[in-house]
């Protein structure tokens, strides 16, 4: 199959065309929020206008320079990475374990561990509530507002979305290459360290950024499990809507915010992402 | 194969977070589930009353709608995110300049959590301050008002789970598409495929484990989505999805009991939807071992 | 001459002296009484608003000063601070030492026995009893908040009814008002009665499309994905029609005009439908707007009318970063029927609802005492009219007569007066123990009428069934 230039040329063109396009619908909202985190209340409701006006930077000083803010930040970040970490270290020694070792019921278990994300939120929250509040709690402290509870509980819908990510990586890689491993002396702990971890790279590295971005943008627990001492910061964002008027400028710039660490991340792990990504779809 | 106890020592930890934090409270809400509970009853205690609940619930109009519903939404949208995730995909298996940038940008609506995602569409979508009502009316002379026709709003909850979640399409299909070996493709070329048998015979079938385990993360999360649609439309007709209707029954009503029958079906039918997508799945595997 | 200079000099000087005396001595009260708990910190949930501002940024720094007590605010939006103050009370876990109680809930607390006593509380406790906390005090909204035998279960902190606002740039335009006449035959006013409401609602809006001018007639509360529309619904337009209670019947436990109801009965219907009818002269946004985006839609001259609560009038009329209609906010009594404002003079009714909330402490806190005193702290009158000034509220009787809110009152066009005046014609919310459970039952069929998927007469009737079905099954119904 040959292609002339002119036909590369208007291949080329269509593609770009295409991701021109795709571009400016995936910019066209966070460009709006962006526009609104740069607007006063009063000019809000002037006719829509999707050009930045002016900067006006108030409602980003407003939320910086509150310490509440800064709080919800730390906890976010706190909360969000550890959480990533717990997930990669346990998903690894779980998928492991269910790749290498003929454990009775093993697809039964794998599929069980998956429908741990399946549970509609809402009505497990009265649970979560008593066990945080009653079940865990020794003297005065309780596993309500702390960022532990979230860190444990994150894994509850972030484990089996890793599992599952990891599974296909881990059968990916020979088991002869673990026995080659045993037969040169290493422990259990060596073939994971020297063998598995190196390949498994792309893939745990992925595990982790989209657990990290999960538990960080998670709302509803993180809504009714604390209250003043561990609320991340998408909680927050729900205070600005207030019976006199959602202060939409200040929720705008808070959302902004909260989008750079995450995109920061991405951007750093773009290749990382897609080689992590296969779900051992093809194994080599 | 090796000793099974250092396998269940090394899953142990996993499986005890997931009974105490997943599976203890859905013992709980099971428990619930069969019983008459509303604190603000005249009578607030427990009662057990069978399968009550759930018999009411065959008959809740609301609650059926809301399935409907959902599952308008969950294939509307898994659909458009599936095809549009494969395109792009596809288009990204080539180099061209600027690749990478663009990718990075796709991937940006991933990154701002739902409730936020929800706040940025509302004020895209409500008239007096969105630009979509305002400049549809102008340009094409269309009435957009998410609060007056439940369709648009619906409609509006998908393309908002489209621009969301294509780019997690996106990615997993490139990375399956990448993993694809060349051989075959070049082979069908050389047998004389065109580029539809070539997708059909070739790619699809190489695609079709990630595809399916795509559908499925999907499908999780599509169900049990609350956050994003109740801050853009607040559960209105509409987008009166089964996981904000469960919300709306264990939250202001109160209604335990109930709410938990409802939580219980839901994840029922879930784990039945998805089970048989994971046999399809695992039985392709299974297939290629043998 | 002189001498009486010289006594009135005097008199001065005494008075001042004395003023500071009693400022010092109330230093030394707060320290004494709150010895036992500095160091302790008291938690309270709230939603965002003005006032619960002003509390946690303002009055709870004075009070950890003077008491050495913390306290500890966690703000919260409207449908997670119920949620989160119910699941503590209810599972009496003690995170929260005073709670927010909106004044429709209040019933439903009271039935499950949550709040502590206040009065009784206070009177156990002398020692805790500051001098200038005084429950009497209080304007009529504070029996809202009380039992049968008049104990108080919460200290109130906002309260404010809902107003008719309108623009008087808009209505005092002598052009305008040449053509309103020339159209309907009469001059245009503030709307009176329902008639005249709607014709200005009418008018304006095709003034607005005539004009190219992003106006509309009139705002309506009617978000289809929010409990806000069906409170417009039932606590607004409903009693200004005649429709009190939300058309329940307390003694047979129905909504059925059939038993004794009247949630389907023609006020019902009649109010509904007048109400339905007036979302053509609304702004597009109307079937998206709760509370706050009705305040917004008038702050943003949208609207040259309309229903809005009390406690955005202020900030409408005055604060130019997120109005821009300042100086041109009328407000007036709500429309009501015929023979409803006479009725409610005697005491039979109601014309809307007298809203705002309170702070109570839960049975469930064990802080009760220091957080007794944190309650008097912000009930005493001293702090009541800078509060008030900044948070559009009032609970105090003497607070109206305050300079600071008579000087406000001028720039909001007498609302505080209205509401001083008038405030007796409203009145807090129906006393159900089942007040989120039943509005939910009739969320759906109010905003289905909204969209006109259902005509008056069948939501109201449909909406009358569910609700009796859910009462029989709450164990409050026949």
Redesign the interface.
Known sequence: ?TTTPRQRLRH?AA??G??IF??I???L??W??FV?SMR???E???????ALTRFFTENYSNVLTDSTFQRYMTNSVVVSTSNAVLVMA??L??T???S?????GR?N?F?W???????????????????F??TFRIGDWTL??TQIGLI??Y??FN???A??LLK?VVDGIPIELDDAAMIDGAG?GGVLRHVIIPLAAPGLAVTGILSW?FA??E??FA??LT??NA?T???G??????????N?GE??AM?MI??IP??II??LA?RY???????????E | ????R??????S??LI??L???????L??LF?GFNQWNIFSADDGLVFNGLDNFRRLVFDDDFLHSVGLTMRFAIFAIGSQIVLGFV?AQ?LT?N?P?K?L????????????????G???R??VIP????AP??LDRWFDLTYQIGTYPDQALWTSVIMDV?HWTPFVT??M???L????KEPVEQA?VDGANRFQVFWYVTLP??R??LL??VF?RI??A??T??EVWMLAGGGPGTRF??IY??RV??PRTD?GY??S??II??YL??VL??LL?IAI?GRRKG?VE | MKKLFTLVLLLAFVLLANMSLVTADMHDWWAEAAAPYAGTTI?G?S????PSNYVADVLAAQFTELTGINV???????D?MY??AI?DME?N?G?YDFVYIEQDIIYSYLAQDYLVNLTQFAADNMDLAYADYDESAFTSFADYFKNADGDLFGVPMEAFVKVYLYRKDLFENADIQAAFEAEYGYPLAPAETFEQYRDNAEFFTAYGESMDM?LWGTTVQGSTGHPASTYEFLESIGPSFGLYNWGINLETGSAQSANGGALDGETAIEALSYWTGLLPFAPPEATSST???V???F????AAQGWV?G??AA?IATD?????VTGNVGVRLPVTAPGVIEAAEMGEGYIGYYDGGAFGVPHSSRNKEATLLWLQFIGQSSVQAEWAAAGARITHTATFDDPLIAEQDTKVDGYYTLLEEQGPLFAGAPPFPFHAQVREIIDPFVQRAILGELTAEEALSQAAAAVDEELSRLGYGM
């Not at chain 1, 964002?237 to 959602?246: D, N, P, Q, R, Y």
């Not at chain 2, 194969?1 to 099974?4: A, G, I, K, T």
């Not at chain 2, 250092?6 to 899953?11: E, I, S």
């Not at chain 3, 500890?72 to 409207?78: H, N, P, Q, Y």
Request: charged residues 10%.
């Open positions: 199959m080329l593609t770009y295409v991701w795709m571009t619908l995936t910019l909202p966070i709006w929020m609104v006063s209340r009063v809000l409701f002037a006719r829509p206008n999707l346990l998903a020694l779980a492991y374990a269910l290498r070792y003929k454990l009775t697809d278990i599929f561990l998956i429908t741990n994300r399946m549970a509609p939120p809402a009505a497990f929250l009265l649970p979560l509530y008593i066990m509040t009653r309500y507002d444990l509980l894994c509850v484990l089996p979305f599992i599952w296909g259990l971005v960080w943008n709302y509803l809504a009714n209250s003043v609320r910061i998408t909680t964002l729900a205070e600005f809507v207030t019976v006199t008027g959602t939409w929720l705008a959302s909260t989008l995450s995109a991405v951007i773009q992402i897609v080689m992590g990504l296969t779900f051992g779809a093809v194994k | 194969m090796r000793d099974s250092t396998g269940w020592l090394l899953l930890p996993t977070i997931l105490v934090f997943g599976f203890a409270p859905f709980y809400v619930v792009l288009m080539r061209f600027g990478s663009f990718r990075v940008i796709h991937t940006l609506p991933l990154m701002v959590a739902p409730i936020a995602v706040a940025i569409w004020l895209l007096g301050f969105g630009p305002f400049f621009w990615l997993t490139l990375a399956g990448t993993a694809i070996p070329k190489f695609l484990p990630v385990t795509t993360i999780m999360d169900i049990r609350v956050d089964t996981g469960i919300w264990v939250f335990y709410g938990s409802i939580s839901t994840l879930t784990i998805c089970w994971f695992s290629e | 938690r949930v939603e965002s608003t003005p500890e605010f966690e703000t919260t939006s409207w997670q949620s989160k699941n599972a876990t995170i992003d509370w706050d985006e305040a917004s839609s702050a943003a001259g949208r609560y406690e955005n900030w130019e970063s997120r109005s821009a």
